[in-house]
């Protein structure tokens, strides 16, 4: 079910376009917003907020990398795998994130405080290697950096 | 439309403005290779094969989604071209497994003939192998990603007939089609009419029980009708030693009704079921007992003989124009008596079958919809159901008018939920007032008629601006239906039975007993049945004659039980619900000693000393001459059949005797 909240926010998004599911994409963002990820429920739920088939909406749903279908972390880090990054120490500060929370890319600590996944380009290559927790960047980093940086996020 | 002069390949070729490229080409015979192309459907140009090279631009140009232009010249064949296409072939196969040997789908697959005309053994790029997983948890339809091609065509197909349960979930490469939420097919909604798997180039979506059972090369095709519904649908049988392997969707290439459901493709199981009718029987101390054939007609010519105008005859409107004919005549002129009714007295009376007239669904540009309530999920009149939803994608303005729910209304361009009678009414005096000429009686008859409401307002708009209009009603308001008509187009009364239309030519309505009579309480002294009649109890009649392709729950109560031959083994033609003659050939031999209805009736009239011929083809075509309409009283009609539940009851022996048991037994589930 959606909540009374998500029903209005989706309802503003869809009344902008002359077809209600033109608004696809933002109510997906939005049930994510509240909710940090998009269910099975939700995908029945949203697409028929918005007149479509499930099949439909889950089809948008799968298309963007970004819109979450399997449960993540309270934070995300995003480390980039580009060029630049690959080529100025990726492989160090991902593995050193590997360890220290025990997760693969695109796993989900137990206490379900971070969630780890790679990202194709932050835009950050003259700062490179860089990552991206939540809305956060940091670049030029190196292994000895992570501690403190990850302490921040509870 | 005027036609437009292209040149391809160096040949010139008239097209009709509008026309792809793709279909201008096989016009003139040359076939522009292609893995995503349906014909009728839009092109999408997902598969980038059909690229071609066309004078005066500078990139080459996706055919399918080119349409022709005055003077315009194409090369399908350049050096680049073929280069291109033979690099994208090459990408597909790194992506598809090497098996043509032992696949289903060899000898007509798309990918294998394209492979083969390049000449690419094995790919050049690395081979990737996703090992999604198969879906096989139904009898009906399997889904194997890893063959899939990711043309489109399935997703297309189950959208435009606007089914809608499979789509493209994740993107690139890794892009996988299937159901939401990646559920099995019986949890998606999908009514397993199997669309998907007639568009399928490759081995992706097949019949889930084709492992081995043949491929395209060891079958014999046919094309037949199917007698399951109203809509008596085309089909393609497909055969091997004799027995029926496969049956698919027969209508013509890029029709909006080449379209069969689950009944017509997968009920065949149902003519080597446990419960088929082989030998004669006939009631010995209580129980049914085996006889011949030769003391079975004799029976039955010694009972209809004494029982002459008091016997009675009933039948299902799923039979065929011969067999009709000759019921009709056997009863009348035989067994001289006037007590003979169909299944047709339970939804329409025989005038507005034989005033209906003729149709095209895809060439109507505005269908109006009276009353009907067309449903792939409830499989009443499904094709039509999904006929008018793509005939809305395709352009076609569709005007849904119903008192009641009808879901179809979902595709209407105008939906008008208010009565229908006074709906009609009102919509020819608003095309009265729009200069439209009518029938000075009809004139007469809505001009005390409501004002036009905003819908109706708009339908008449759509009819006034219309080429061609077909009006389809439920046979109650085929008279209403039957008035709009005759200001624009034509009208149909759409039967719920295969034949019905036919069956009204042959005449039943004699002023004897009816359908309501002799199912219950009149008493006959003999009473001799058709087909699968939905009679739950034995009627009142001192002798029960049931002639059946199966042991129904009519013919457990029988005196004389008489095998006769299904559908695929009888030979005949029917009048479909569109005024279409259609041909029935005989497929398969009829099992064990069946015989089709016509040979047992003839049997049985040459016993009681009265030869009967089987009418030939011109004399039916003499019999079923649609009559001219004229105007109507605005009435309604009063039906009480449910619909699904006639539909069912006419089909019980097919469906509990094939795997479509399954589907009813989980759609039960997932309703409850």
């Known amino acids: 079910m959606l909540s009374e909240e998500e029903r209005k926010e989706i309802e503003a998004e869809a009344g902008q376009y002359d077809r209600k599911e033109a608004g696809s994409v933002e109510a997906l963002k939005v049930v994510q917003r509240h909710r940090g990820w998009v269910s099975d429920e939700a995908i029945r739920d949203i697409s028929a907020a918005l007149d479509m088939t499930p099949d439909e909406l889950d089809a948008v749903a799968t298309f963007y990398s970004f819109i979450f279908r399997r449960e993540v972390g309270r934070n995300l880090i995003l480390v980039c795998d580009s060029v630049a990054c690959y080529v100025m120490g990726y492989q160090g500060v991902l593995d050193s994130i590997k360890e220290k929370l025990g997760i693969d890319l695109g796993g989900t600590t137990e206490d379900r405080r971070f969630t780890l996944l790679p990202i194709s380009c932050l835009g950050q290559c003259d700062k490179a290697p860089a990552i991206m927790i939540n809305e956060d960047i940091y670049g030029n980093l190196g292994p000895e950096m992570l501690d403190s940086i990850l302490s921040r996020y509870k | 439309m005027a036609d437009v002069k292209v040149t391809i390949d160096g040949r010139e070729i008239e097209a009709p403005e509008g026309t792809n490229l793709i279909d201008a080409a096989q016009m003139g015979g040359i076939h522009i290779p292609n893995l995503c192309y349906l014909k009728g459907m839009k092109g999408i140009g997902a598969c980038r094969l059909c690229l071609v090279d066309v004078e005066g631009m500078k990139a080459p140009m996706i055919a399918c989604n080119t349409k022709v232009k005055e003077g315009m010249k194409v090369n399908t064949k350049t050096p680049a071209i073929l280069e291109t296409r033979k690099f994208i072939i090459d990408l597909v196969l790194s992506m598809h497994p090497l098996d043509c040997m032992t696949c289903t789908k060899?000898?007509?697959?798309?990918?294998?003939?394209?492979?083969?005309?390049?000449?690419?053994?094995?790919?050049?790029?690395?081979?990737?192998?996703?090992?999604?997983?198969?879906?096989?948890?139904?009898?009906?339809?399997?889904?194997?990603?890893?063959?899939?091609?990711?043309?489109?065509?399935?997703?297309?197909?189950?959208?435009?007939?606007?089914?809608?349960?499979?789509?493209?979930?994740?993107?690139?490469?890794?892009?996988?089609?299937?159901?939401?939420?990646?559920?099995?097919?019986?949890?998606?909604?999908?009514?397993?009419?199997?669309?998907?798997?007639?568009?399928?180039?490759?081995?992706?979506?097949?019949?889930?029980?084709?492992?081995?059972?043949?491929?395209?090369?060891?079958?014999?095709?046919?094309?037949?009708?199917?007698?399951?519904?109203?809509?008596?649908?085309?089909?393609?049988?497909?055969?091997?030693?004799?027995?029926?392997?496969?049956?698919?969707?027969?209508?013509?290439?890029?029709?909006?009704?080449?379209?069969?459901?689950?009944?017509?493709?997968?009920?065949?199981?149902?003519?080597?079921?446990?419960?088929?009718?082989?030998?004669?029987?006939?009631?010995?101390?209580?129980?049914?007992?085996?006889?011949?054939?030769?003391?079975?007609?004799?029976?039955?010519a010694d009972v209809l003989g004494r029982a002459g105008k008091d016997a009675g005859f009933l039948s299902t409107a799923s039979i065929t124009n011969e067999e009709a004919i000759v019921l009709k005549n056997f009863a009348t002129k035989v067994v001289k008596s006037n007590n003979l009714d169909t299944t047709l007295s339970l939804y329409s009376d025989e005038d507005s079958m034989r005033l209906s007239g003729t149709g095209d669904l895809d060439a109507a540009d505005v269908i109006i919809l009276a009353g009907l309530n067309p449903s792939q999920r409830k499989r009443v009149l499904p094709a039509l159901d999904a006929a008018l939803r793509r005939r809305v994608q395709r352009g076609g303005k569709l005007v849904v008018i119903n008192s009641g729910d009808a879901r179809i209304a979902e595709a209407a361009t105008v939906s008008i939920r208010?009565?229908?009678?006074?709906?009609?009414?009102?919509?020819?005096?608003?095309?009265?007032?729009?200069?439209?000429?009518?029938?000075?009686?009809?004139?007469?008859?809505?001009?005390?008629?409501?004002?036009?409401?905003?819908?109706?307002?708009?339908?008449?708009?759509?009819?006034?601006?219309?080429?061609?209009?077909?009006?389809?009603?439920?046979?109650?308001?085929?008279?209403?239906?039957?008035?709009?008509?005759?200001?624009?187009?034509?009208?149909?009364?759409?039967?719920?039975?295969?034949?019905?239309?036919?069956?009204?030519?042959?005449?039943?309505?004699?002023?004897?007993?009816?359908?309501?009579?002799?199912?219950?309480?009149?008493?006959?002294?003999?009473?001799?049945?058709?087909?699968?009649?939905?009679?739950?109890?034995?009627?009142?009649?001192?002798?029960?004659?049931?002639?059946?392709?199966?042991?129904?729950?009519?013919?457990?109560?029988?005196?004389?039980?008489?095998?006769?031959?299904?559908?695929?083994?009888?030979?005949?033609?029917?009048?479909?619900?569109?005024?279409?003659m259609k041909s029935l050939p005989r497929i398969v031999e009829p099992q064990g000693e069946a015989k089709d209805n016509v040979q047992i009736l003839m049997a049985v009239a040459s016993e009681m000393g009265q030869k009967m011929k089987r009418p030939t083809e011109s004399e039916i075509k003499k019999a079923m001459k649609p009559g001219r309409p004229s105007a109507r009283p605005f009435d309604r009609k009063s039906y009480s059949v449910n619909e699904q539940d006639l539909v069912e009851s006419i089909n019980a022996a097919v469906i509990n005797g094939s795997r479509l048991l399954w589907l009813k037994e989980t759609e039960k589930g997932v309703s409850a």
């Open chain 2, 106 to 300: 060899a000898g007509v697959c798309n990918l294998q003939e394209y492979a083969y005309e390049f000449e690419i053994k094995e790919s050049n790029f690395t081979r990737k192998k996703f090992g999604h997983p198969v879906d096989a948890g139904n009898p009906f339809i399997k889904r194997d990603p890893d063959y899939c091609v990711l043309c489109g065509r399935c997703v297309r197909v189950c959208k435009e007939q606007g089914t809608n349960v499979l789509d493209f979930m994740g993107r690139g490469v890794g892009a996988k089609v299937t159901t939401a939420i990646d559920k099995p097919l019986q949890e998606s909604g999908c009514t397993f009419c199997g669309s998907c798997l007639d568009a399928c180039p490759v081995n992706s979506i097949i019949e889930a029980d084709r492992w081995r059972k043949g491929r395209e090369w060891d079958y014999q095709s046919t094309n037949s009708a199917c007698l399951l519904c109203g809509n008596g649908c085309d089909v393609t049988v497909s055969t091997r030693d004799g027995r029926v392997a496969k049956v698919n969707a027969g209508g013509k290439e890029g029709s909006v009704a080449d379209y069969i459901c689950a009944y017509g493709r997968f009920g065949f199981d149902c003519i080597e079921s446990d419960s088929r009718l082989t030998v004669p029987m006939k009631r010995v101390e209580g129980g049914l007992k085996e006889t011949t054939w030769e003391d079975a007609v004799g029976i039955a």
């Open chain 2, 418 to 580: 208010a009565d229908e009678v006074s709906s009609i009414k009102s919509l020819i005096k608003a095309l009265v007032d729009k200069g439209l000429k009518a029938d000075k009686g009809i004139t007469e008859a809505v001009s005390g008629a409501e004002a036009a409401s905003a819908e109706i307002a708009k339908a008449a708009e759509l009819i006034a601006a219309a080429k061609e209009v077909l009006v389809l009603s439920s046979p109650a308001l085929f008279n209403a239906a039957n008035n709009l008509a005759l200001m624009k187009g034509k009208a149909i009364a759409v039967p719920l039975e295969s034949n019905a239309r036919g069956v009204a030519f042959a005449g039943f309505e004699n002023g004897g007993l009816g359908y309501a009579d002799m199912a219950s309480n009149a008493a006959t002294k003999a009473l001799f049945v058709m087909g699968e009649v939905p009679v739950k109890a034995r009627p009142k009649t001192d002798f029960l004659i049931v002639a059946s392709s199966h042991l129904s729950g009519l013919a457990k109560e029988a005196d004389l039980v008489l095998p006769s031959a299904t559908f695929f083994e009888t030979t005949g033609t029917i009048l479909d619900y569109l005024g279409r």
